[in-house]
């Protein structure tokens, strides 16, 4: 970066004097010129004032967009001190999940049962 090793705070006018020791009279030095005259703390300021990409820089306040759907995590998402690792229990009352890991587990064996059968095992 041009301005880096600059000593900062700095004015504008020393912001383009070091820029001009670094590039000449190059085109950072005339973007350098269209700052606004005070001090800059930072390289992040001088960054900002030239190509704007905090939220509100502009000073406009946005109101935030309407959330699309609950949180990921549900209620857990607000809680200060969820369970870590512990699954809600969600599963619908006609299938619950023992029920769902036998069934699987049935059908897991017919398959190895056949397979076996084919192979000659």
Same mark, same amino acid.
């Given at each position: +970066? ?6 900062? =705070? ?16 190059? &085109? ?7 700052? #606004?005259?005070?001090?800059?703390? +930072? ?5 900002? +004032?030239?190509?704007?990409?905090? #939220? ?7 109101? =935030? ?5 609950? &949180? ?9 001190? &969820? ?8 599963? #619908?009352?006609?299938? #619950? ?25």
């Amino acid at each position: +970066m041009l301005l880096e090793g600059v000593s900062l =705070p700095a004015s504008k006018d020393e912001l383009i004097g070091y820029a001009r020791e670094q590039d000449g009279d190059g &085109p950072s030095v005339r973007l350098l010129e269209r700052l #606004p005259n005070r001090e800059y703390r +930072m390289l992040d300021e001088v960054g900002e +004032m030239l190509a704007p990409v905090q #939220p509100y820089a502009s000073g406009d306040k946005l109101l =935030p967009h309407e959330e699309s759907g609950p &949180p990921p995590g549900g209620g857990d998402y607000l809680r200060s001190g &969820p369970d870590p690792g512990r699954a809600e229990v969600d599963a #619908p009352l006609g299938n #619950p999940p023992q029920k769902a890991i036998e069934q699987q587990t049935k059908t897991q064996n017919e398959q190895k049962e056949r397979q076996e059968k084919l192979l000659g095992g």
